[in-house]
């Protein structure tokens, strides 16, 4: 398999449309279907430009993952700690997207908070993934307040050698 060109860069807020339109297919296919309808319905009006924008404006950070000019992946990420928006685009799926994406987002929060400890609530066809990614379920699926079916799920990264820290 030839791995694709990923090129990553931070999102901006004249993006959130085109980020909406790739996370609202991705999870009209695969995410509604395991849902509640009134929690599913919920879930795609708060995935609209004008909220993504707010929360692009609001600080959280998104890395967007293109090939080419196309808009492939989208991560987001709160308080540098909570992932909040994680998605690759159906036909992009399975070539490695998701691990660069998941790298380039999951650095950027450790060097800008030194983060440790990442945080997630998963979908039913997402655990897999975040599995892969090394990430481990903390509690049962279960709704969240939003009434969206989820399971928590943690990654605990290991502190580098004394010798790579950086000395007070």
């Not at 799926?93 to 998941?102: D, K, S, V, Y």
């Given at each position: 398999?030839?791995?694709?060109?990923?090129?990553?860069?931070?999102?901006?807020?004249?993006?959130?449309?085109?980020?909406?339109?790739?996370?609202?297919?991705v999870?009209?296919?695969?995410?509604?279907p395991?849902?509640?309808?009134?929690?599913?319905?919920?879930?795609?009006?708060?995935?609209?430009?004008?909220?993504?924008?707010?929360?692009i404006?609001?600080g959280?950070?998104f890395?967007?993952?293109?090939?080419?000019?196309?808009?492939?992946?989208?991560?987001?990420?709160?308080?540098?700690?909570?992932?909040?928006q994680?998605?690759?685009?159906?036909?992009?799926?399975?070539?490695?997207?998701?691990?660069?994406?998941?790298?380039?987002?999951m650095?950027?929060?450790?060097?800008?908070?030194d983060?440790?400890?990442?945080?997630?609530?998963a979908?039913?066809?997402?655990?897999?993934?975040?599995?892969?990614?090394?990430?481990?379920?903390?509690?049962?699926?279960?709704?969240?307040?939003n009434?969206?079916?989820?399971?928590?799920m943690?990654?605990?990264?290991?502190?580098?050698?004394?010798?790579?820290?950086?000395?007070?």
């Open positions: 398999m030839t791995r694709l060109a990923l090129r990553l860069r931070l999102g901006r807020p004249g993006d959130a449309r085109a980020i909406g339109v790739l996370i609202r297919r999870v009209r296919r695969w995410v509604v395991d849902q509640p309808h009134d929690a599913a319905m919920a879930l795609l009006a708060r995935l609209s430009a004008q909220v993504l924008r707010e929360k404006v609001g959280q950070r890395h967007l993952g293109y090939v080419d000019d196309v808009l492939v992946g989208v991560s987001a990420m709160r308080d540098d700690c909570h992932l909040t994680f998605f690759v685009s159906t036909r992009y799926q399975g070539q490695g997207i998701a691990r660069q994406l998941w790298l380039c987002t650095r950027d929060a450790v060097r800008r908070a983060t440790r400890c990442f945080t997630l609530n979908t039913r066809c997402a655990v897999p993934v975040y599995r892969h990614l090394g990430f481990v379920e903390t509690g049962p699926e279960g709704p969240s307040p009434g969206v079916i989820t399971t928590p943690l990654l605990q990264l290991a502190l580098p050698p004394v010798s790579r820290r950086k000395r007070a």
